[in-house]
């Protein structure tokens, strides 16, 4: 069993920055593949970005240029940079594990709310 707890989420102004933190669970977690996911009001979740246990990384076509996934393995962290940040990206960000040691897995967190004023 894998434990996420993301922090870091509140009110900011446009044009502002956040970092998002997700703390997991797990002597493993240097085998992780894991993901940023959002979900805001009336919408469904949806992939922001994805991390690879060797540290690749992707984005959506909506946050990229702006938003950074990174990891600290010897902290069992991972992290989301949010810069340039709008008011369509007011949501509530959930990390994910994707994969451990290649098999398919579905650990999700409690989430945290992000909310961008214009």
């Known amino acids: 069993q894998v434990q996420l707890v993301e922090s870091g989420g509140g009110l900011v102004q446009a044009g502002g920055s956040l970092r998002l933190s997700c703390a997991a669970s797990?002597?493993?977690?240097?085998?992780?593949?894991m993901s940023w996911y959002r979900q805001a009001p009336g919408k469904q979740r949806e992939l922001v970005a994805s991390i690879s246990r060797g540290g690749r990384s992707s984005y959506s076509d909506s946050v990229k240029g702006r938003f950074t996934i990174s990891r600290d393995n010897a902290k069992n962290t991972v992290f989301l940079q949010m810069n340039s940040l709008k008011p369509e990206d007011t949501a509530v960000y959930y990390c994910?594990?994707?994969?451990?040691?290649?098999?398919?897995?579905?650990?999700w967190g409690q989430g945290t709310q992000v909310t961008v004023s214009s």
């Open positions: 994910h594990v994707d994969r451990i040691i290649l098999v398919a897995s579905d650990y």
């Open positions: 797990g002597s493993t977690f240097m085998f992780y593949d």
